[in-house]
Each structure stands twice: as C-alpha cells, then as structure tokens.
C-alpha cells in the first residue's frame, strides 16, 4: 500500500515510531514495520519503557486475583492468568505474580517497590532486544533506538549490546547516504523524569551534537525526542498545580522546547522526528525541515508511525503518517 501511495522508488525509506511506553504489542509491530513498509531503517524515538507495575495476587486454591485500571479480575486458572499476564503487557504494564504477605511488604516499603519496578522494567528491555535480534537477523533492516526522558538510563547498556539495535542517543549514526543525531533529552516537565534539563543545557547538549555533524542538511536527520516550541507538534492540555488538565483539557498550550526549535532552525536539516506529547500528532515545517511527530496511542495496543522517503533533496515531499 506504501509503495503504491509514492510515484517513484525511495532512495532511503525510513520508518520512524516513538512514545511505546512498555507496550509489548506496539514494539512487535514496530520490529515488523521494516519488512512491511519495505524501509531500509526503523528509528524508535524515545519512552520505551513503563509505567507502572500490576500485581497478580495469589489467593490459594489455584484462584488469583489482580485490577487492572480499577476492574478487579478473579482467576481460576493458569490459563486466564497467562492470558491477563499478556494484556497487561500489551498495554504497555509490568505484571508479576505475588502472594498476600508479599503485597503488605511491598506496601510498606517504597524502595522495594522501586526495586521490583526497576527489576520488571529492565528485564523486559533485556526481552525486546533478544526479540530484535531475532527478528531482524538477517533482513539487512537497521534499527536504531534512543531512550525518551522517561527512560531510566540503565537501558542505554542494555540497547547498546544488542546485535541487531542500535543505541542512537548522543551520536551521530550514518545510515545510507544520510547521517541521524539523536537524543531523548527534554526541556523540564512537571513530571521531574529522569532525561530533562533546563533550556540553556538542553541547548548546549544540542550544539555539542549538531556540531559533529559532516553532512550536508539535505542529507541530515534530527531524531530530538521533544518537539520544537509553537510548532504545533507540541501541543498539550494544559494544567493546574495538582497535574490535573484545566478547563477539562480544552486549555491546549505549546509545551515544546525552544532550543530545539533553535536547533532546527540553525540547521535546516531535511528531517526533524519527534514525540512526547501524544496527542499532538502531525507534521510542519520549520524553514526547509520536514518536522513529524506520529503521535502515540500505545495504550490501545496500536501503533502510530511515519514512513519517510528520503531522496536527498533539499526538502523531503513524500511522506505518510500510519497506524495499525
């Protein structure tokens, strides 16, 4: 269908998808969108990870129970809780069984908590490598990966000893005839994540990137997890001092980073792909740059993309938004 929608073969087609968050069905599609889109590349752009971790408490007599966005689920059988257990990960949770006394200690103690969570997270990072890996053996399909700011770091390691993935974060990374400099850093959120820093860093981290890029813009890709200011592509619910959306989410307010817009508009390269605010799916330009974000609908186990034919011109003029 992709190929149909462009008159022309592609010099590079890419296919770029971010903002999965845990989601165990989006990072397959995601492993399968090379081979059926026909892209050479597939470039995820950042918040890989999860959010949250979901008990299965083990209640005796072969009978477990666990909630799941407020719906308490009773199971009798190994086989409803494998397929609870599959849910869960589908939308983009941590599962893990459990036993009473084991939920009272986890109750009572924060850090351990945050130990299971980190414990669950990483090992579902170490999971998704191995499945790259076999999926892409042999199908000459290169894929690059770079953490989002609600990436913990400790999955930079794990992407970076992959065989077949790529950890793109704070290089520039050649790719055919074009060259890709990534990051997941963001300006400040009022989530305090993990990859955020104020504007005049962010820009400098910016600058000390862009700055070893040899190619010329028409053969430049920026993947910057945040979008750029006013862009449009940054466009949120804005809210009040207890996180909640004021006006019930009809007060939009651009939320995007300035020295990423600084950035772009310095530069000028071909392509600029973002994320991060999920519901602000589309595309601009800034100057000569293409700029998309696809957006993100993890939670529904669907994942939004953008398939980009880049033919080294001094703008890109095929592109399509997709989802499935």
């Known amino acids: 269908m992709i190929s149909k929608l462009f008159s022309r073969g592609p010099d590079t087609r890419i296919f770029f998808a971010t903002d999965i968050h845990g989601s165990e069905t989006c990072w397959k599609k995601f492993l399968n969108?090379?081979?059926?889109?026909?892209?050479?590349?597939?470039?995820?752009?950042?918040?890989?990870?999860?959010?949250?971790?979901?008990?299965?408490?083990?209640?005796?007599?072969?009978?477990?129970q666990a909630t799941l966005l407020e719906n308490r689920r009773t199971f009798e059988s190994e086989d409803e809780v494998k397929e609870f257990e599959t849910s869960v990960r589908q939308r983009g949770y941590y599962p893990f069984r459990t036993t009473p006394d084991e939920m009272a200690e986890l109750a009572s103690d924060e850090n351990l908590r945050e130990q299971l969570f980190h414990q669950e997270m990483l090992g579902t990072v170490e999971r998704w490598m191995r499945m790259a890996d076999e999926k892409l053996e042999g199908t000459g399909i290169e894929c690059f990966v770079s953490p989002g700011n609600d990436d913990q770091f400790e999955v930079d390691e794990i992407i970076a000893a992959a065989k077949h993935v790529r950890l793109a974060e704070g290089r520039?990374?050649?790719?055919?005839?074009?060259?890709?400099?990534?990051?997941?850093?963001?300006?400040?959120?009022?989530?305090?994540?993990?990859?955020?820093?104020?504007?005049?860093?962010?820009?400098?981290r910016l600058r000390k990137m862009t700055s070893q890029v040899t190619a010329p813009p028409e053969k430049t890709v920026y993947n910057f997890h945040c979008p750029p200011h006013g862009s449009g592509l940054d466009d949120a619910p804005e809210i009040d001092e207890d996180m909640r959306p004021k006006h019930g989410g009809r007060s939009i307010v651009p939320v995007g980073s300035t020295a990423v817009r600084e950035a772009i508009e310095e530069g000028q390269p071909a392509l600029a792909l973002h994320g991060h605010i999920h519901e602000a799916r589309g595309n601009t330009r800034i100057g000569r740059t293409l700029c998309i974000n696809p957006g993100s609908s993890y939670e529904q186990g669907q994942l939004l993309g953008a398939v980009v034919d880049l033919d080294g011109g001094k703008k890109v003029k095929r592109f399509v938004l997709t989802s499935g």
Request: charged share 30%; net charge negative.
């Open 33 to 64: 969108a090379g081979k059926h889109y026909e892209a050479k590349a597939i470039i995820l752009g950042g918040d890989m990870t999860g959010k949250a971790l979901v008990p299965i408490v083990e209640e005796g007599a072969g009978r477990w």
């Open 172 to 204: 520039v990374i050649e790719f055919g005839d074009f060259q890709m400099v990534s990051t997941g850093w963001a300006n400040r959120t009022p989530w305090d994540t993990y990859r955020e820093e104020d504007e005049s860093d962010l820009a400098e």
